[in-house]
């Protein structure tokens, strides 16, 4: 009873604190929507003002029209004085026309600047025009954004909702089976007593788990303030995937929403190109206690990955789908302490109906505690599969053996030579190109005109060791296709050697003379010669 009463008030403090911090968010919304309605304000009496320049404008050009047409009438009436002054000139030689010549000059000066004067002006009212149209439409932009936050904000309170309601029903459910564990054993102390006498509470040994659920001090997990320290550091997207969906590789640009549990989901900053750097660094103020140990061990940290390509995001009219999601289990904080979670995760395509979730690439992430909580988490994962009837059991045994703390491993592929290439139609000019896990492709330099062309191409790729890599070193033959540049088109293919990559899981060097297959008819078109190996002994994997 003491158990439930205990976890029944940490309940109703974090729904209150969830009540506070969603209040919070919803101020911070409406001091947003002020402000663009300030700027809408603004932007509506610049177009205001605009207009009445655009009228002014035209009743410029106007003035300056009938000015032109004066003149050009008056430059008649001068072709008309200088025959008279001719006419006079034949009658008496002596007659100077220089004065008349200047004002005819002078004339025409005035003309041309006339002129150009109204070029200027028709050119400063199509410009005030455009910048009329482009005011009007960062308007119609910023309502637009304005509906659309209303709708994420929307979204946001469902989405929080359902989770503090699927949180507080999984509370209750443990609530009621300790109930039920603790009548059980008031059950069988009652059969005790009856049957030998029993006046004191038995000893049921080290293995019943009820004498620890009854006798618990929540207070031994409680270890105060603390921060839950998160890093987004990078991605690493799939060339043939992004242009799968339409998106032109090297100028898409992309962003992370970071969501755990009831705290304020957080972005990135935009990044363009299939290797974004978000370096984003985000803390979480936490209680560190029996309710946040266990948040750890069943709530992962969720990320969703967005597009956004000609100001349109990729999902849907509202921006509130992401294109693909990712998630990172905590609960090896709680298995070793002491180290920090170092991993790579897959980020997965929301599927439509009748579809299948593909993976499109990955992200980098590191997770920790900034202050240590070792004492309490060794406690917690000692007792809490009794404590919390088998929680933490089925967590630990459902986790992956992460290899979240182990460092990262520097793996080398050297493209040596090919030998032998059989080609007709002249010498070929080859090079070779092949995609290690999820890297971007490579491809070497072109050997022009040569049947054993020499690359000595020499890459590095650095990988976490985790079971992502381990399930690629295992499955995955690594594909490398020999193209011909010489060929008639650009994209010739003599021919391709598949590697097997799983003896990389028990040594450290891959080499060997590998064959280059048609990709016609499966003939021997020639041989590669290829080394790869981890950078030093000791970051091989294992299995």
């Known amino acids: 009873v003491k158990v439930q009463s205990e976890i029944h008030q940490q309940r109703k403090f974090r729904a209150a604190e969830r009540l506070g911090r969603m209040m919070a968010i919803e101020a911070a919304v409406k001091m947003m929507l002020g402000v663009r309605a300030f700027v809408l304000n603004k932007l509506e009496n610049s177009r205001e003002k605009s207009v009445l320049d655009l009228e002014r404008h035209k009743q410029s050009v106007t003035k300056l029209e009938a000015d032109l047409a004066i003149f050009q009438a008056g430059t008649g009436a001068d072709q008309d004085q200088m025959r008279e002054v001719h006419r006079i000139q034949g009658e008496q030689g002596n007659v100077s026309v220089t004065v008349v010549t200047q004002e005819r000059d002078a004339a025409r000066r005035e003309l041309k600047e006339t002129l150009q004067e109204n070029s200027r002006l028709s050119q400063m009212l199509k410009t005030s025009e455009l910048l009329a149209t482009e005011w009007q439409k960062d308007k119609l932009d910023m309502v637009a954004e304005k509906e659309t936050m209303e709708k994420n904000m929307h979204e946001l309170r469902n989405r929080k909702a359902k989770t503090d309601a699927g949180m507080a029903d999984s509370l209750q459910n443990k609530v009621a089976a300790m109930g039920k564990e603790n009548a059980r054993l008031q059950m069988e102390l009652s059969q005790l007593k009856k049957e030998g006498g029993v006046t004191d509470t038995p000893d049921f040994g080290e293995k019943d788990e009820g004498d620890f ?76 206690d029996a309710f946040f140990l266990e948040l750890l061990l069943d709530e992962p940290v969720v990320f969703e990955l967005y597009f956004r390509g000609g100001g349109v995001l990729w999902s849907d009219a509202d921006g509130n789908s992401p294109i693909a999601t990712g998630s990172l289990a905590l609960s090896d904080l709680l298995r070793q302490p002491t180290h920090r979670l170092l991993q790579r995760i897959d980020l997965l395509t929301v599927p439509s109906p009748g579809a299948m979730a593909y993976c499109i690439g990955s992200l980098q992430l590191s997770a920790g505690m900034k202050s240590s909580i070792v004492e309490v988490a060794n406690r917690f994962m000692q007792h809490s599969q009794r404590a919390l009837n088998a929680t933490l059991h089925k967590g630990i045994t459902g986790t992956s053996a992460a290899t979240s703390v182990d460092p990262r491993a520097n793996l080398s592929i ?46 590095f790729f650095q990988v976490v060791k985790d079971n992502h890599i381990k399930n690629y070193l295992k499955t995955a033959d690594l594909d490398f296709t020999v193209f011909d540049d010489a060929g008639p088109t650009a994209s010739t293919i003599l021919g391709s050697a598949l590697v097997n990559l799983e003896p990389l899981l028990r040594k450290d060097s891959l080499q060997g003379q590998f064959e280059i297959l048609s990709q016609f008819d499966q003939r021997v078109v020639g041989y590669l010669n290829v080394q790869i190996s981890w950078q030093h002994p000791d970051t091989q994997i294992g299995h």
Do not use: W
Request: with cysteine; charged share 15%.
């Open 213 to 288: 659920a009854v006798k618990q001090d929540l207070s031994q997990y409680e270890a105060g303030e603390n921060l839950l320290e998160l890093s987004v550091m990078s991605g690493t997207l799939n060339q043939m995937a992004i242009e799968d969906l339409g998106y032109t590789a090297s100028m898409v640009q992309s962003f992370v929403l970071v969501d755990f549990a009831s705290h304020q989901p957080t972005t990135t900053s935009l990044s363009t190109g299939l290797t974004p750097n978000y370096n984003l660094d985000i803390e979480y103020a936490v209680e560190v």
């Open 414 to 459: 050297h493209v040596i030579s090919c030998s032998g290439l059989k080609h007709s139609g002249g010498l070929p000019s080859p090079c070779v190109a092949y995609q290690f896990f999820n890297f971007p492709p490579t491809d070497t330099s072109v050997e022009m005109s040569t049947v054993n062309p020499a690359f000595d191409d020499l890459r």
